[in-house]
DNA sequence: TCTAAAGTATGATTTTTATCATATATTTCA
DNA sequence: TGAAATATATGATAAAAATCATACTTTAGA
């Protein structure tokens, strides 16, 4: 479904959500080693992320990553569109051209439906949201943490 | 989700399910065509589902590929595991090792019942009560029968 | 004011996926 | 029995995604 790429960044701004702030700003080596992803890779992400508004950065000593106020207004939504594109969501799973409800492939009576859920959801839901529900659930982001 | 090679075996293999016989087989010419997909690319898979007998094939003139009863019993989890491998499903929607309740991701709420239901669907519905409903619903496999 | 710790910018390499191509083996049918 | 139609087998190439590497810029703090 996502590319690796989305999947780090999204991980990365949750992770940025529940752990930095501005007064403690993370580098891309922690965050990195934290989530147990490829740090270069990782850092050109969040360059992408920072050009687009979706998270903060500082250079410099104890300088960093983090979320502002603004950047906890965004959504999941928004971080897969500026990685994978916009058009995650609306491709046919069976990879018939557009999913819709007047053409449906064989298997749209029964993924479609979830899609749509997902999307809402991903788009309605601010980042902010999600991680303070991740702290109220115990959800888990990165590896290391897993009860294995 | 799925890799072009799974879009192009599911969609070839419920093709012949509507469209072929033992009496009347298809070549990969016809299928690739009618389907718009490379066909040495389809060519191949078609092999790979032979040799796993989820298709069957003859040579020679008036040969080409069909679905047998048989072949008709199997679902669309098998095409998926003989093309993409069995572990699909139980991947994790942020790339966090494994899918499961005890450690889930912040995506798991949402995606997990999802998740869950079409692999169920895809399990336990054959190839050919696919094949069925496609045709009693009016559902589309080619893009050329579209109607745009 | 210098140095080290950060991010930024850019390009090279590797790996995976998708696609193309070519030679071989069977089989029907004239 | 031989030519044509088909699948089969295998390898080459191209495109995309992921990863690695290297040089540059800014800034805090000694
Ligand atoms: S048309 Fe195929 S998933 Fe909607
Ligand atoms: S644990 Fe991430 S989707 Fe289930």
Redesign the pocket.
Known sequence: ML???SK?AIRSILYLATNSSEDH?????VIAEDLE?????L??L??QL??NKLVS?????????YLSAKNRKKSLWDIIKCIDGGEKFNQCFLGLSECNDVNPCPAHAIVSPFKKQILENFRDKTIGQYADESLEKGTYLTLKELEI
């Open positions: 590319s690796n790429a780090y700003k993370i580098s891309v080596k992803t490829p740090q270069s890779f850092a050109k969040l360059q920072t050009t950065s500082a250079k410099g000593p104890h300088g960093g990553f």
